[in-house]
């Protein structure tokens, strides 16, 4: 189980990942906006536009699933359920959320589930 000092780091790292990603998604959304205003002249100006937009959209998926993550694990940290594996219910080792602060199973359990979804 964590000690009250190590749930108000991961608290921390948390809440400033999440302070990044949301900056990152307003500047990522105005550049997006602000493509669509260009005035595309040919074909080639088009492709590499919409290149750009397939990876900037990827981004933008990927951060706001991240986001919702960090957001999951900052409201158990406030119901003092951070760190618990959400299948085994056992707790998940320090080393693993301090490698992925917002782990919501256990080493085991996630290899479970990942080979679940394949």
């Given at each position: 189980?964590?000690?009250?000092?190590?749930m108000q780091?991961?608290?921390?790292?948390l809440s400033?990942?999440?302070?990044?990603?949301?900056?990152?998604?307003?500047?990522?959304?105005?550049?997006?906006?602000?493509?669509?205003?260009l005035?595309?002249?040919?074909?080639?100006?088009?492709?590499?536009?919409?290149?750009?937009?397939?990876?900037?959209?990827a981004?933008l998926?990927?951060?706001r699933?991240?986001?919702?993550e960090i957001e999951?694990?900052?409201?158990k940290?406030?119901k003092?359920?951070?760190?618990?594996?959400e299948?085994?219910?056992?707790?998940i080792g320090?080393?693993?959320?301090?490698?992925?602060n917002?782990?919501?199973?256990?080493?085991?359990?996630?290899?479970?589930?990942?080979?679940?979804q394949m």
């Amino acid at each position: 189980m964590l000690k009250k000092e190590e749930m108000q780091v991961f608290s921390e790292k948390l809440s400033a990942r999440k302070k990044q990603i949301e900056k990152n998604l307003a500047g990522t959304e105005l550049e997006l906006d602000a493509m669509r205003d260009l005035e595309l002249n040919d074909e080639g100006d088009f492709a590499a536009a919409s290149a750009e937009t397939i990876v900037d959209s990827a981004i933008l998926t990927q951060q706001r699933k991240e986001l919702a993550e960090i957001e999951l694990a900052l409201d158990k940290i406030k119901k003092g359920t951070y760190g618990i594996c959400e299948m085994c219910e056992e707790p998940i080792g320090k080393k693993r959320l301090e490698v992925k602060n917002f782990a919501r199973f256990c080493i085991t359990c996630r290899e479970i589930t990942e080979k679940e979804q394949m």
